[in-house]
């Protein structure tokens, strides 16, 4: 045998005996592209709650949309070229339509046609190559509404549009508000939500139900609710519906005939004319909130917008006081406010129910008893009440760490000096004001500790008062124990729960606001705005 013939044929052997001839070549898989992060834009959701989600998850209520021009789209991850596929579904009719997509950028989209209106719509998709395709996304699904409701009808027997009012101005009525539901017997609608209303001004654009000028519908359609015209003579509230597709109505213009009230209620520390004192605090937004000291919860009862205060910061950080009136406008308290280190005291005339849209006025300080010239120096004022007739509030500023009293903060003629030990500062200074027995309550908190204390200035017969006691501000009884660091803001608007005692009120670190029976038995009415 040739020597060429025998080593091919050893060869051969080698090989065979190594398993290398005959074997198959292995090929690699092909990647699988991944699709991901299913959406619908716009995003699904409730107007009702405000909560908004894709319906992907097992058991998940879909959400409305309120537009047929609807987006549906997907993340794909591939290492080959790739194309979408969506499948879109009637849950009517169960047809469904597929459509591909090309992927560009890692994402694919699609708008499907034929959303009808009433309609829910489930929709997946997948992602293929040439070789491979990928595992769908899970079922997600929407609800289609666009068709608007119908516009709402407003009606009160307190404040009625065809008649004379059972009620006055300053005086809160009931009005109820419905809409016609476009197709309620086949359930295409997606129901009413809530009602955007405003009395005297104009709706707002692109509200939400979570608006302040927003009343949440009932399961029924319709919203009852308390609204207080404070302007005598005609006023027009207009109001329009909302569904859960966030659809609006054409608003509607419901007008009625206030009348003025021949006998308002005075009562100090009342700054919105309903005849129970307010408290007044500043929201995050810097507006001023007006909250009755007899409420249930923190909805105020009206908003002074932040611009309407003095400074760009809105009411944010100023000082704040009121009881009674210069007399040009009672009963209702004037408001003044200080804003810390500045010149000049704010007086906001009370012309317009809490409203303070006429500005404010600079108080002077005209008496040379006064430490200054200016109100540079006060690092808090607190205002009594009227202490000689029904107007002319009397007035405790602290400055340089002393209790200063005039008995009027405009044109004061008489001021006091009331302690020189110099410690007031380390306290924050609450006037409950004047008692049944004309004597003048003034309570304090230690804000090293939290301790709070009360001082009495008692009416002597000679018509005028002994301050003797607020000399030392540790002098006083204590009646309790609130914390700066639990209760940063404390105070008092007076008779708040009118059982004839003064009561306080507390904003705690998380802002929750607790009014209390005297300085007892705490009611949180919630988180403020």
Same mark, same amino acid.
Not at 32 to 59: I, N
Not at 105 to 116: E, H, T, V, Y
Not at 403 to 420: K, M, N, R
């Given at each position: ?8 044929? !050893? ?42 989600? %894709? ?58 046609? +034929? ?25 997600? !699904? ?8 119908? !516009? ?11 008649? =004379? ?22 359930? $295409? ?16 654009? #692109? ?32 109001? %329009? ?22 006998? =308002?209620? +005075? ?8 005849? @129970? ?9 810097? +507006?001023?909130?007006?909250?009755? &000291? ?9 908003? @002074?917008?932040? &611009? ?41 005339? +009370? ?30 004022? @607190? ?23 005039? *008995? ?13 030990? /110099? ?13 049944? *027995? ?14 709070? $204390?009360?001082?009495?200035? @008692?009416?002597?017969? *000679? #018509? ?31 008779? /708040? ?26 009611? *949180? ?5």
């Amino acid at each position: 045998m040739p020597r060429s013939s025998v080593l091919l044929a !050893s060869a051969a052997v080698v090989a065979l005996s190594a398993g290398v001839i005959g074997a198959p070549v292995a090929s690699a898989a092909a990647p699988v592209p991944v699709v991901s992060d299913p959406k619908a834009a716009p995003v699904p959701g409730f107007a009702a709650t405000g909560l908004h989600t %894709q319906g992907c998850e097992p058991g998940e209520t879909p959400g409305w949309v309120g537009s047929k021009d609807v987006t549906l789209a997907v993340g794909v991850q591939s290492q080959d070229a790739a194309t979408a596929r969506f499948s879109v579904r009637d849950e009517r009719t169960g047809q469904a339509v597929k459509t591909t997509a090309p992927v560009a950028d890692g994402a694919a989209s699609i708008k499907p046609g +034929n959303l009808a209106d009433g309609r829910t719509f489930a929709w997946q998709a997948q992602a293929l190559t040439a070789h491979a395709t990928g595992k769908p996304t899970p079922w997600c !699904s929407f609800r289609v509404d666009t068709t608007a409701p119908g !516009s709402a009808v407003v009606s009160s027997t307190d404040f009625p549009a065809d008649g =004379p009012s059972g009620k006055y101005a300053g005086q809160y009525g009931s009005f109820t508000f419905t809409a016609a539901d476009p197709a309620p017997a086949t359930g $295409r609608a997606s129901g009413i939500a809530c009602y955007h209303y405003v009395l005297q001004g104009t709706l707002s654009v #692109g509200g939400t139900c979570q608006d302040t000028d927003a009343v949440m519908a009932g399961p029924d359609g319709s919203a009852t609710l308390q609204i207080r015209p404070t302007d005598w003579g005609t006023n027009t509230l207009k109001v %329009q519906a909302v569904d859960n597709a966030g659809n609006v109505s054409s608003p509607v213009s419901y007008t009625f005939y206030a009348r003025s009230n021949p006998n =308002p209620p +005075n009562t100090l520390g009342d700054v919105d004319g309903d005849g @129970v004192p307010d408290i007044l605090l500043p929201d995050s937004a810097g +507006n001023l909130q007006i909250i009755s &000291a007899a409420a249930h919860d923190t909805t105020p009862s009206s908003v @002074v917008p932040a &611009a309407r205060a003095a400074r760009s910061t809105g009411w944010t950080g100023a000082q704040l006081a009121h009881r009674g009136s210069d007399g040009a406008h009672a009963p209702m308290d004037d408001l003044l406010v200080h804003y810390p280190g500045a010149g000049s005291l704010l007086e906001y005339r +009370n012309m317009d129910q809490g409203g303070f849209a006429g500005g404010w006025n600079e108080v002077g300080r005209y008496n040379s008893a006064y430490p200054s010239e200016d109100w540079s120096q006060v690092d808090q004022l @607190v205002v009594l009440g009227p202490l000689d007739g029904p107007y002319r509030p009397a007035m405790i500023t602290v400055e340089n760490g002393d209790l200063w009293f005039s *008995d009027y903060y405009d044109s004061a003629q008489h001021v006091l000096q009331l302690s020189t030990t /110099g410690t007031w500062s380390g306290y924050d200074l609450i006037a409950p004001g004047k008692q049944a *027995d004309g004597s003048l309550l003034i309570w304090s908190r230690e804000k090293a500790t939290g301790t709070l $204390r009360s001082y009495r200035a @008692v009416l002597g017969t *000679d #018509g005028t008062y002994d301050f003797s006691a607020l000399a030392d501000p540790a002098g006083g009884a204590v009646i309790g124990s609130f914390p700066v660091a639990d209760y940063p803001v404390v105070g008092s608007s007076g008779d /708040g729960n009118g059982d004839g005692r003064p009561d306080l009120y507390a904003v705690t670190a998380a802002r929750h606001l607790l009014t209390f029976d005297g300085v007892a038995a705490p009611k *949180d009415l919630g988180l403020l705005k």
